[in-house]
Structures are given as structure tokens and as C-alpha cells.
């Protein structure tokens, strides 16, 4: 058996989107749009069939929360005063339609999300844009799922009350 190596560089495009509400409302809001992912309905069920249906009530907004972690309480003692939140939003039901063509798409799925307040005390929605990190798969079928995220991510930005970047647009 002979290793193989590849190297892929890839463009990313981080969005930084301004919410309208203060970093703990804004907070608040996001993680019931985006709400926690019930894994142990998901490890009971007996079919991906279930699996599809129970992600449409457990995703309403097409995202569900798989990790959650306080940025701010694991800097206490430091310098460092930001209010964030760090997050690993997606849906395993929507990222199966690629990793059944290549298995390193979970690399970027579930997608990083940073929620913070920058200096001036505005809060932030920070993440890298789904269809630039799919597209560096070279597989139309994985690229039509990024564009797809692209979509559920302009929704979700609409509903936190953000304004559209530009390149979500024609999402």
C-alpha cells in the first residue's frame, strides 16, 4: 500500500455580520433559533428516515447546536475582556448528502460560529461562508450542498436581524 498525500489550498471568507441586539439578547435569540441537538433521540432512532424527520422538528431554521463553549469564562484571570461564544452549528442530516461522497467534508462541518461583542460593545456573528469551504472539494455535489448552507445561513442571519452580506445574497 502506498501513502498518499494531497494538499488543498483553498479561499475562505469569513462573514462578520452586526447584530442589532445586545451580546446577551443577541445570544439568547441565537441559541433558540439554533437550538441544542438532541443526541440521544438521534442515537435511539431505527432509521435514517427518523433521522430525517426528527432533524425538521429539532432544526427548524435548518441548523441545530452540537457544541457550545463560554470563550469568556475559560479567559478568566487574563487580560482579555470580550464577551463570546464559540459555537459548531449544522445539521448531520444535511452533511450526510456530502460525506457519502467524501468523508473529509466533516472537517468543516458542523460550521464554526463565534457569537462576541467587539470593543465598542456591538455584537458580532462571526463565520467562515459554507459554499467557499465545500467548493474546495472539487465535487458539484458537495459544492451544491455548501451553496444550500449558504441559504440556511442568510436566513439565520435575517432572523438575528443582520444585515445580508453581499455575497449571501443570490443565496
Given at each position: 500500500?502506498?501513502?498518499?498525500?494531497?494538499?488543498?489550498?483553498?479561499?475562505?471568507?469569513?462573514?462578520?455580520?452586526?447584530?442589532?441586539?445586545?451580546?446577551?439578547?443577541?445570544?439568547?435569540?441565537?441559541?433558540?433559533?439554533?437550538?441544542?441537538?438532541?443526541?440521544?433521540?438521534?442515537?435511539?432512532?431505527?432509521s435514517?428516515?427518523?433521522?430525517?424527520?426528527?432533524?425538521?422538528?429539532?432544526?427548524p431554521?435548518?441548523?441545530?447546536?452540537?457544541?457550545?463553549?463560554?470563550?469568556?469564562?475559560?479567559?478568566?484571570?487574563?487580560?482579555?475582556?470580550w464577551?463570546?461564544?464559540?459555537?459548531?452549528m449544522?445539521?448531520?442530516?444535511?452533511?450526510?448528502?456530502?460525506?457519502?461522497?467524501?468523508?473529509?467534508?466533516?472537517?468543516?462541518a458542523?460550521?464554526?460560529?463565534?457569537l462576541?461583542?467587539?470593543?465598542?460593545?456591538?455584537?458580532?456573528?462571526?463565520?467562515?461562508?459554507?459554499?467557499?469551504?465545500f467548493?474546495?472539494?472539487?465535487?458539484?455535489?458537495?459544492?451544491?450542498?455548501?451553496?444550500?448552507?449558504?441559504?440556511?445561513?442568510?436566513?439565520?442571519i435575517?432572523?438575528?436581524?443582520?444585515?445580508m452580506?453581499?455575497?449571501?445574497?443570490?443565496?
Amino acid at each position: 500500500m502506498t501513502a498518499h498525500t494531497t494538499t488543498v489550498d483553498h479561499p475562505a471568507r469569513r462573514l462578520v455580520v452586526a447584530l442589532p441586539q445586545p451580546y446577551d439578547a443577541a445570544r439568547e435569540q441565537y441559541e433558540s433559533l439554533v437550538p441544542e441537538v438532541d443526541q440521544t433521540r438521534f442515537f435511539q432512532l431505527a432509521s435514517w428516515d427518523a433521522a430525517l424527520e426528527l432533524a425538521e422538528i429539532n432544526a427548524p431554521h435548518g441548523f441545530m447546536r452540537y457544541h457550545r463553549s463560554d470563550i469568556a469564562g475559560l479567559m478568566v484571570g487574563s487580560s482579555s475582556f470580550w464577551k463570546a461564544t464559540q459555537y459548531l452549528m449544522g445539521n448531520h442530516t444535511i452533511a450526510e448528502r456530502m460525506f457519502r461522497h467524501d468523508p473529509s467534508v466533516m472537517l468543516h462541518a458542523p460550521l464554526r460560529t463565534l457569537l462576541y461583542a467587539d470593543p465598542d460593545g456591538d455584537t458580532k456573528l462571526a463565520v467562515d461562508q459554507p459554499s467557499l469551504l465545500f467548493a474546495s472539494y472539487h465535487d458539484e455535489r458537495i459544492s451544491d450542498v455548501g451553496r444550500e448552507l449558504d441559504g440556511l445561513l442568510a436566513q439565520l442571519i435575517s432572523l438575528l436581524g443582520g444585515a445580508m452580506p453581499p455575497q449571501l445574497a443570490t443565496a
